[in-house]
């Protein structure tokens, strides 16, 4: 099993460019989310999903668009890219809410 | 909303000392409580976890307690080695509702040789 692979490592944006991050798991896992880490914050929510078809906000949706049309897939989209989403994220599954969470490698995003 | 606090942001330990990392959230109904070690560069994995109907767990040198009375839960870990060194970050999660899954703000560990 690949696990969680997140696409890509790297990428750099001009203000108000969009962007999708590619996150795909092989687990058969329901639970996926989004996450973003900045210094001195910790791993912030952005969106999660309970299953296909399925999508909540978390804790800091504002600016990111999500959909989970397979339970394989979960992809980010930046509608208009800001330097404050400058950060890295993280894509995670899990069998559900409440169990280990598997992360991907993270994708490092600069907004200039 | 839902919150986890995590105290300390940096902590320095000398080799072979024991450290202790704290977590308090505030929703009620969380009933499951991980805690993640992420390497520079590395993504986080989970090293340990609990759930409310246990009140400690232990793994070789590593364990956390829970208090769910007083919605505090702690890591503990014991004899530290440099490879010790890392980010760690608690997390809690309830059982059913919004399954949000929220972290704490992470740890800075360092154990000094």
Same mark, same amino acid.
């Given at each position: 099993?690949?696990?969680?692979?997140?696409?890509?490592?790297?990428?750099?944006?001009?203000?108000?460019?969009?962007?999708?991050?590619?996150?795909?798991?092989?687990?058969?896992?329901?639970?996926?989310?989004?996450?973003?880490?900045?210094?001195?914050?910790?791993?912030?929510?952005?969106?999660?999903?309970?299953?296909?078809?399925?999508?909540?906000?978390?804790?800091?949706?504002?600016?990111?668009?999500?959909?989970?049309?397979?339970?394989?897939?979960?992809?980010?989209?930046?509608?208009?890219?800001?330097?404050?989403?400058?950060?890295?994220?993280?894509?995670?599954?899990?069998?559900?809410?409440?169990?280990?969470?598997?992360?991907?490698?993270?994708?490092?995003?600069?907004?200039? | 909303?839902?919150?986890?606090?995590?105290?300390?942001?940096?902590?320095? =330990?000398? @080799?072979?000392?024991?450290?202790? %990392?704290?977590? /308090?959230?505030?929703?009620? +109904?969380?009933?499951?409580?991980?805690?993640?070690?992420?390497?520079?560069?590395?993504?986080?994995?989970?090293?340990?976890?609990?759930?409310?109907? =246990?009140? @400690?767990?232990?793994?070789?040198? %590593?364990?956390? /307690?829970?208090?769910?009375? +007083?919605?505090?839960?702690?890591?503990?870990?014991?004899?530290?080695?440099?490879?010790?060194?890392?980010?760690?970050?608690?997390?809690?999660?309830?059982?059913?509702?919004?399954?949000?899954?929220?972290?704490?703000?992470?740890?800075?560990?360092?154990?000094?040789?």
């Amino acid at each position: 099993n690949a696990g969680v692979t997140q696409t890509p490592k790297f990428q750099v944006l001009k203000t108000g460019q969009s962007m999708t991050l590619q996150c795909a798991q092989d687990m058969n896992h329901e639970y996926m989310s989004w996450y973003r880490q900045d210094p001195g914050m910790g791993l912030r929510l952005i969106h999660y999903s309970v299953g296909a078809g399925i999508t909540d906000q978390g804790e800091v949706p504002n600016g990111y668009n999500v959909s989970r049309s397979t339970t394989e897939d979960f992809p980010l989209r930046l509608l208009s890219a800001a330097p404050s989403q400058t950060s890295v994220y993280f894509c995670a599954s899990s069998p559900s809410g409440n169990t280990e969470a598997f992360f991907g490698q993270g994708t490092r995003l600069t907004v200039v | 909303g839902e919150n986890v606090e995590q105290h300390p942001s940096t902590l320095s =330990v000398q @080799e072979g000392d024991s450290a202790v %990392i704290k977590c /308090t959230y505030s929703d009620s +109904a969380s009933n499951y409580f991980p805690w993640y070690k992420q390497e520079l560069g590395k993504r986080p994995q989970l090293i340990i976890d609990i759930r409310s109907n =246990v009140g @400690e767990k232990k793994d070789q040198r %590593i364990a956390v /307690t829970l208090n769910k009375t +007083a919605k505090h839960f702690s890591l503990h870990i014991t004899e530290t080695q440099p490879e010790d060194s890392a980010v760690y970050f608690c997390a809690a999660s309830p059982t059913s509702g919004t399954y949000k899954y929220i972290f704490g703000t992470g740890t800075r560990l360092k154990v000094l040789a």
